[in-house]
């Protein structure tokens, strides 16, 4: 018995050097748009790890695209596969939302205290908020921006000095680029995969997608009649071409286009593809209507899914420390986001001296005033429903519709796809 007591005695010792201090607990997290966020969520997930011994961020195969993301979300939803955390399209947060999926975010906030310490406004809060509940935090914000080839547009006799301020300038200017020939395209305006450039011609008109009730399409009205009839003059005057969404790109970057309209995320990845081939600069994109004009915030938000108590407590530090002060500081230079930490914004340890030193990025950032909240679809159908703008506006782009046919078309079928009470 001696021996046995001994023998337990020194196991129990040994158990207790071998085991760690704290239990290590695993987070598993998806994302979507490994072309934008790979390098940014490796290092954000490294330098959490560093500060959060006991917690590992086990990351899940990522989705190509936001709607892509938030199917995969949708059919995984109650099942093992379903993640810990996710980082979904602000416009689609809704519909995890109506599935009763995110966890309330509410608790975690006021036992925090003061988030504004954090740099998280109460804005900033909203932006991922359904229906006043918080159901994730804003990590990555965007709007809309103009990129351009200075080297075309000087060959045009433009100034590239003086970007085009107004849809008018831009299309005279996007003809003279096609003119010069050579397999040089004027405009690549980005209105492919979902309904966001849409948004940013039908609010920068002054418009919105559904009436108050959410029952009625406003998007058919007079305002978007004006953004389909722009984008039909891109196409018939300004020299847009019937692009891909890859194709665009690479002929942009090929110093092929002379003007892109796209999301300031992808700010980053033009700067590193574009090199030294010709001179890359970046201007505020046109409002159809400057007074009443808006932009649609482009982005995503880290929303927590698990179930496990413990699981959420950890899960709230990551997704707090993503989308805080040093998560802005990584996705901003990583990518092209304007920053939606106000801390990180402002403070000279983060970004506070960043955009003297790449006034590539200050287009993006000079917008936010008049950035919105990306339109949340109600119901199930939301990416049906994209679908359909998206496919209406190619006809346009085609040649196979006029503006009004193509939007007479797509309201009727969005109207078809709203719920029926």
């Known amino acids: 018995m001696k021996h046995l007591t001994k023998f337990f005695a020194a196991a129990a010792i040994a158990m207790t ?28 997930s490294k330098k959490f790890m560093e500060e959060n011994p006991d917690i590992k961020i086990q990351f899940a195969n990522p989705s190509a695209t936001y709607e892509e993301g938030i199917q995969l979300i949708m059919r995984q939803a109650g099942t093992a596969e379903m993640p810990d ?36 406004s109460d804005n900033i809060l909203k932006l991922a908020q359904v229906k006043g509940k918080q159901v994730g935090l804003a990590f ?25 301020k107004t849809w008018d300038e831009v299309i005279a200017l996007g003809a003279k680029i096609k003119a010069l020939g050579n397999g040089v395209e004027g405009i690549d305006f980005r209105w492919q995969g979902d309904d966001w450039m849409f948004s940013a011609l039908l609010f920068g008109a002054g418009g919105q997608m559904l009436g108050a009730d959410e029952k009625s399409v406003a998007f058919a009205g007079p305002e978007g009649l004006r ?13 847009l071409p019937v692009f891909t969404a890859q194709a665009g ?5 090929a110093g092929k286009v002379g003007i892109e309209f796209k999301t300031t995320g992808g700010l980053r990845n033009t700067i590193k593809s574009v090199g030294d081939k010709f001179d890359l600069r970046t201007a505020q994109i046109p409002l159809i209507d400057p007074v009443k004009g808006k932009l649609p915030t482009g982005g995503n938000a880290v929303v927590i899914l698990a179930r496990n108590a413990e699981k959420q407590q950890a899960a709230w ?6 989308a805080g002060p040093y998560g ?50 109600p119901g199930t159908n939301g990416v049906k429903v994209t679908q359909a703008i998206v496919e209406n506006l190619s006809r346009i782009v085609e040649q196979q519709a006029t503006p009004r046919q193509a939007l007479e078309d797509a309201a009727s079928e969005v109207k078809g796809l709203l719920p029926r009470s």
């Not at 790109?249 to 970057?253: H, K, R, T």
């Not at 402002?346 to 950032?365: C, E, H, I, Q």
């Open 17 to 44: 050097v071998s085991l760690p201090a704290h239990a290590e607990t695993t987070l598993t997290v998806h994302y979507p748009m490994p072309g934008f966020f790979k390098d940014v969520m490796d290092t954000i």
């Open 85 to 120: 955390l996710t980082f979904i399209g602000l416009n689609r947060l809704r519909m995890v939302q109506e599935r009763d999926l995110p966890v309330d975010l509410a608790p975690f906030i006021a036992k925090e205290g003061d988030m504004g310490k954090l740099g998280f």
């Open 140 to 164: 990555a914000t965007s709007n809309p921006i103009m990129y351009y080839n200075a080297d075309l547009v000087k060959a045009a006799g433009g100034n590239p000095d003086v970007p085009p």
């Open 227 to 239: 953004a389909v009839e722009t984008l039909d003059r891109m196409v018939k005057q300004g020299g």
């Open 249 to 253: 790109e690479q002929a942009f970057f």
């Open 317 to 322: 530090k990551f997704a707090k420390f993503a």
């Open 328 to 377: 802005a500081s990584v996705v901003v230079p990583g990518t092209g986001y304007v920053p939606n930490n106000e801390l990180a914004a402002k403070s000279p340890d983060y970004l506070g001296n960043f955009y003297k030193a790449n006034p590539l990025f200050v287009a993006g950032l000079s917008q936010m005033d008049r950035m919105v909240p990306w339109y949340a679809f």
